[in-house]
């Protein structure tokens, strides 16, 4: 709640009350215009003035924006030079690691190693900017449904060429949490710092303790520098990672990439988390285990507020995953079943005349329809209920490109109505911008007809023609941001940190067919670096621990491809590693999950899956069913669906079919369908899938349609 003399609203935001407050700010709960929620930090009264402090919020507003991504919260608005200065950023309805730990006790297993990922894959992200956070804790570590979020960067500092605006003598940072070289030379803090700080919070999350803790804060800065850790109550697993992170050495602690190859081992089965309330315990070991090459990983954190104790007291983890905890501090299931009050549904979406099959996304909690010859819609996953529905000129087709920031964002084909219009001016494509809430248009762009939209989840939209042509747009605003000539006939991807341009030097016909992957800043589209591959690829736009994946397809003649081989890049040494397959396949339709390709051939039914890491077949098999799309990926099964809803279920494990729901459109499957039939959506245990005729529907798929 509010108190007296707290502001009601700032920068066109309704505060609703206060969050937290730290040494620079309040953060409180707003509200947007459209009524969004979001937390917004406003400095306090005693720093305005201040040029120290608005340099150093200026710098944190800087950060934040920088290092935004999947394990940080993004900014949506800011005003340094606001009286007060303020700054908002998407609202998380989560507990701190810190509450977490003290509501329901230390974590353990996967719990443990999935937030250690996590803040890992963190700290890569911020690293790879350039920036060191120097401040993680677990009170600056968010635990949101979908994994930790970092937060707070106030006294991030860049790597190079920025002055470190605090006070000479100062001490920036935590004592329990600051590596020892914040205490002994704080301007020559690195990355290495933060490292240092990740272990210290991965030993709290798993014993409700740091490494060095004691009743004062000059004895925690004394142990720092020169006692060894007490990692009393670490599992053997995590141990010896532990201990290479909290060397006094900064040269000798591994690097994100590192850290996190070490953390995939472990979850792999390589090492063990010992849970402190098992009965015979093995003393733990010091020696790490193997690194991983290739590896990424990013993080953040929060600060530590439980009473400090000087014995050693034994307590019992808790396994519950943290990706699955609710914001109320509850527990519920590993996968949460169905949304609330979900039953099973069918929904028939109009359109324009032609009802083909639209296809559907899952962003952000909420469920988007459209294409086929039918508006873009947002539907309820819980009953099929239509939220809102967006309507366009004449659209020919709509391809919804993804979500970010409270806005979706979609590719618009429309019919130009002018008699005296070009052929090439007949068909209009365009990127939309739509409020993800209300629908609303926010922005839009049009192009000639022939140009693709891409959007990677960071801050920027693309759209690029045949000709090499490539227009980069601020996703928030719509403004353009930079325009620049790359290559002819090039496919685009990308991650938050680079867009990558996969050009060929032709795709049909005689030649090598190389692909050149061209590296670009998302914000200003300067060329980064450029590789060469002697084959013709095409990205499966996966780009987990810095690795993206490719498959390598051989053109003949008659204008068909077949996929020949699986490519990893690895994108820091941009180094490629080819795994041939030993039979081509005749198809393009793959999906890329835990380490196997799964390709589906549309003509025959057949769908295999491949080992990555060797191009070997695990299995092959044939359904009873043509025209199959491209799979969603569960737990145990793989499904596919066709133009008539139709959805097959595969074991994942064997190929083995093992149900086959009934059509819910009145054709054939091979005749259904003018184009790819769409795939089905997984959300938890139910399947969302669509049939010509604008047909949208939701079943369990533990339970699912029986065919009569």
Request: glycine share 10%.
């Amino acid at each position: 709640m509010l108190r007296d003399g707290d502001r009601r609203v700032i920068g066109g935001y309704v505060l609703e009350g206060r969050l937290g407050m730290g040494g620079m700010g309040t953060v409180y709960l707003g509200r947007s215009p459209s009524g969004r929620q979001v937390a917004v930090k406003v400095i306090h009264q005693q720093f305005v003035g201040d040029p120290k402090f608005t340099a150093r919020f200026r710098q944190e507003v800087a950060a934040a924006r920088r290092v935004s991504g999947a394990f940080t919260a993004p900014v949506v608005d800011a005003d340094p030079d606001a009286v007060p200065p303020w700054m908002a950023t998407q609202y998380v309805d989560a507990e701190t690691l810190g509450e977490r730990v003290r509501r329901q006790g230390p974590l353990c297993g996967e719990a443990l190693i999935e937030l250690a990922i996590g803040l890992a894959e963190a700290l890569r992200d911020i690293h790879r900017v350039g920036m060191v956070h120097r401040d993680l804790k677990p009170a600056n570590v968010l635990i949101g449904k979908n994994g930790p979020l970092v937060i707070d960067f106030g006294i991030a500092r860049a790597l190079e060429g920025s002055e470190l605006l605090t006070q000479t003598g100062q001490l920036v940072g935590t004592p329990p949490f600051m590596a020892p070289e914040q205490f002994l030379a704080p301007r020559e803090v690195g990355p290495a710092a933060d490292i240092f700080a990740l272990a210290s919070v991965l030993l709290f999350a798993a014993t409700g303790r740091g490494p060095f803790d004691a009743e004062s804060p000059h004895i925690v800065a004394y142990q720092v520098v020169h006692v060894e850790p007490n990692l009393e109550g670490l599992g053997e697993g995590l141990h010896g990672i532990v201990t290479r992170c909290l060397s006094k050495d900064p040269e000798r602690r591994p690097s994100p990439a590192e850290l996190l190859a070490l953390l995939s081992q472990l979850r792999a089965g390589s090492g063990a988390i010992r849970d402190p309330s098992s009965a015979e315990q093995t003393p733990p070991k010091g020696t790490p285990p193997r690194v991983l090459p290739n590896a990424t990983g990013r993080r953040r954190r929060r600060r530590r507020t439980i009473p400090l104790v000087a014995v050693a007291v034994a307590v019992v983890c808790t396994a519950t995953p943290l990706t699955v905890l609710n914001l109320a501090g509850e527990n519920r299931a590993a996968h949460s079943s169905k949304a609330p009050g979900w039953r099973p549904w069918q929904t028939t979406l109009q359109g324009y005349g032609y009802l083909g099959q639209p296809e559907c996304h899952d962003l952000d909690g909420a469920l988007y329809c459209g294409g086929g010859g039918i508006p873009l819609a947002r539907l309820s996953r819980a009953d099929g209920r239509m939220e809102w529905r967006h309507e366009g000129d004449t659209p020919m087709a709509v391809d919804i490109l993804g979500a970010a920031g409270g806005l979706l964002f979609s590719q618009r084909e429309e019919s130009n109505p002018s008699l005296e219009a070009s052929l090439e001016e007949y068909s209009v494509t365009g990127i939309e911008a739509l409020d993800s809430d209300s629908g609303k248009l926010r922005w839009k762009k049009k192009a000639i007809w022939g140009r693709q939209a891409f959007f990677f989840g960071g801050s920027t939209v693309l759209d690029a023609d045949l000709d090499g042509g490539v227009r980069a747009y601020d996703s928030r605003s719509g403004r353009q941001l930079w325009k620049k000539k790359i290559a002819d006939g090039c496919d685009y991807t990308g991650t938050r940190d680079a867009v990558y341009a996969l050009c060929s030097d032709g795709l049909y016909g005689k030649g090598r067919h190389d692909t050149l992957v061209i590296a670009l800043s998302p914000d200003e589209g300067h060329t980064l670096w450029t590789a060469r591959h002697n084959g013709l690829t095409l990205s499966l736009a996966d780009h987990s621990n810095g690795v993206m994946h490719f498959v390598e397809a051989k053109p003949a003649e008659d204008l068909s491809l077949s996929v020949v081989a699986l490519v990893e890049f690895d994108v820091p040494t941009r180094k490629f590693t080819r795994h041939p397959l030993a039979k081509p396949l005749s198809t393009l339709k793959v999906v890329l999950s835990d380490g196997t390709l799964y390709a589906v051939d549309e003509a025959t039914g057949s769908v295999h899956a491949i080992a990555m890491a060797t191009g070997r077949a695990r299995w092959s098999t044939g359904t009873s069913t043509d025209g199959l799309s491209a799979p969603a990926v569960g737990d145990d099964a793989l499904y596919l669906a066709t133009a008539t809803g139709r959805v097959v279920a595969l074991d994942r494990s064997s190929g083995r079919e093992m149900w086959a729901s009934p059509a819910r459109a009145g054709l054939p499957d091979t005749e259904a369908n003018t184009g790819a039939p769409a795939p089905p959506v997984l959300i938890d245990e139910t399947l969302v899938a669509t049939s010509a005729g604008g047909k949208v529907f939701s079943f369990d798929v533990n339970h699912p349609p029986k065919t009569t």
